[in-house]
């Protein structure tokens, strides 16, 4: 059963910007301003949080628990805080540029993935449209380009691991008939754990810092509790999209938040903005523009064509219905001499020929 008062698809993407954006200022000020860097831990709690919350709300009866197969959540879950680990540890051993070249890879690895994988295909307008958001975001956030062999291996293992996880999240809820909500209650509480574990030891590594010795005052205590209870948002606003769209328009819309995101931090906070951000951010909107509209473009040729497949289908059940329908008042020469004639053992009094088509 999906979630009471489901959100649509404009709804859901709505919801992911929203609190996307608002997530990101909320850990900016955390640590670049308080100088509270432990990402990974940070992100532990915000799983932590987000089961807890979707607990109350099980228990509020505002959806139902619907357990699937186990090994099948396990390995989900592992794999996302992996992912999620991975790619922490790829902005520590990398340039800024090549943090963000990794997450711009992410939506062709995704691409080739489905492609080769679920034969799915992607027409020239998405490949076009995919082609010029990436090329608008590289060139507003894509600066320094430092190379290593260590950081590379780390950003390939992130890139992989990331779409793999993003596929399953679509996959698992169409294959298993789970909604978003459902699926994140169930994976959180695992992925939480994974973090929690390895979240001080990869902070750790990437900042020469012990997250429990941290001077805890109260404005860093505000904005972490904040940034849990925003985070409920974005990790289900986040199942939600890509069990309402797919892993690549998710991607799509990430580039699109990070956009936003620098948008905001030259309004709002002043950051630096040069004419090469402008101009990235530019081609990046009219490339999520063509996205959208190839996209809607593809879902009306799929809605007319549904009609006609329907009604192909409905003419032969039409025929069978005719032809049952003529065998039934043939006699079997056999019981003809007796005066008796015999239905056809398929008739409408058993329902069984209904059966045999279903």
Known sequence: MAEKGGLGTVGALSLSVISSVAIVICNKTLITTLGFCFATT???????????????????????????????????????????GLLNLSLGF?????????????????????????????????QFSIALLLFGVGIATVTDMQLNFL??????????TTCVAQIMTNTIQKRFKVSSTQLLYQSSPYQAATLFVAGPFLDAALTNRNVFSFDYTSYVLFFVVLSCLISVSVNFSTFLVI????????QVLGHLKTCLVLAFGYILLKNPFSWRNIFGILIAVIGMGLYSYACVLESQQKAEELPI??????????LSVSLDADESTETDPLLEDANMKVGSPWGNKTGFGKDLRA
């Open 243 to 250: 069990g309402k769209t797919s892993a690549v328009t998710y």
């Open 309 to 318: 497949s329907t009604s192909q289908v409905s003419k032969e059940d039409e």
């Open 42 to 84: 940070l992100t532990s709690w915000h799983l932590a949080v987000t089961f807890c919350s979707l607990h109350v709300a099980r228990s509020l009866k505002l959806f139902e628990h619907k357990p699937f197969d186990s090994r099948t959540l396990f390995g989900f879950a592992i794999l996302n805080g992996i992912s999620i």
């Open 94 to 126: 990398n340039s800024v540029g090549f943090y963000q070249m990794t997450k711009l890879a992410i939506i062709p690895c995704t691409v080739l993935l489905e492609t080769v994988f679920f034969r799915k295909r992607f027409s020239q307008r998405i």
């Open 151 to 160: 950081g590379s291996v780390i950003s390939c293992l992130a890139i992989v």
